[in-house]
Nanobody
Framework: QVQVVESGGGLVQPGGSLRLDCTIS????????FGWFRQAPGKAREAVAH????????YYSDFVKGRFTLSRDNAKTTVSLQMNSLKVEDTAVYFC?????????????????????WGQGTQVTVSS
C-alpha cells in the first residue's frame, strides 16, 4: 500500500518561512517524480512545483518562483519544499503528489491527473 505523508505546515507571519517535507512508502523513491499542489478555500487545486527523479530539474509556478525551492534527498527518501517570503495569498492546504510513470515533466508537470499518489495535505496559514 502506498502512503504519502506531508509534514511541516503551520501558522506563519507574512514574510516568514516554512519547510514542508514529504515522504512516501510502498514505492521505490528514486523512480518517483514529485509535485506539490495547493488548494485554498473555494478555489481549485493548483500546481506549485515539481522535481524530477534525480533532483536536477525543477519547475515552479510563476506565483512562487524566486520564493519557493523544491529539493529531494533520495538517500533520505524525502522531498522538501522550502517556502520563503510567504504571503497571505499562499494560505492553502498543500499536497504532495508522486508518480512513477514516465511523464514528460516539462509539458505535463502541472497537470494533477498525471500524479497517482497523493498525501492528505498539510495546512499552511500566512497571517499577521
Amino acid at each position: 500500500q502506498v502512503q504519502v505523508v506531508e509534514s511541516g505546515g503551520g501558522l506563519v507571519q507574512p514574510g516568514g518561512s516554512l519547510r514542508l517535507d514529504c515522504t512516501i512508502s510502498g514505492r521505490t523513491f528514486s523512480r518517483l517524480l514529485f509535485g506539490w499542489f495547493r488548494q485554498a478555500p473555494g478555489k481549485a487545486r493548483e500546481a506549485v512545483a515539481h522535481i524530477n527523479r534525480s533532483g536536477g530539474t525543477t519547475y515552479y509556478s510563476d506565483f512562487v518562483k524566486g520564493r519557493f525551492t523544491l529539493s529531494r534527498d533520495n538517500a533520505k527518501t524525502t522531498v522538501s519544499l522550502q517556502m520563503n517570503s510567504l504571503k497571505v495569498e499562499d494560505t492553502a492546504v498543500y499536497f504532495c503528489a508522486a508518480t512513477d510513470r514516465p511523464i514528460p515533466s516539462n509539458l505535463y508537470w502541472s497537470d494533477k491527473s498525471n500524479y497517482d499518489y497523493w498525501g492528505q495535505g498539510t495546512q499552511v496559514t500566512v497571517s499577521s
